[in-house]
């Protein structure tokens, strides 16, 4: 499992992009599914996903739905109308910013 000081910048692009990769999701749901995608290498607690979870959905990147199963509620996010570019900005930042690592970490340059 990664250390919670490298995945902590990366947190809400990777959270934006898999709602936006679904009609919508709950915040359980979003935890396991990382998990099983990253083999367990990225574990996302309830302390960390929810504070970004209700920041996005302040900034009018997600929206909530509220679901009666049974008695309890189950609220499910998905990416609002105008979230949607926000995530093709997160995206492509993160992407570049894995191609500088890359750079950095795996550059001959570097070497000499």
Known sequence: MYSKELTKGTLQP???KLISSRDKMYGYEITQEVKKMTFG???ISEGA???????LEAKGIL?????YIGKRVRKYYKVTKDGKEKVTEVTKEIN???D???LIFNSEILKS
């Open 96 to 98: 570049d910013f894995m």
């Open 63 to 67: 929206e909530t739905e509220k679901v």
């Open 100 to 102: 500088t690592l890359h």
């Open 14 to 16: 990777i959270i934006l």
């Open 41 to 43: 290498k990225i574990d």
């Open 49 to 55: 996903l929810y504070p970004i979870l209700h920041k």
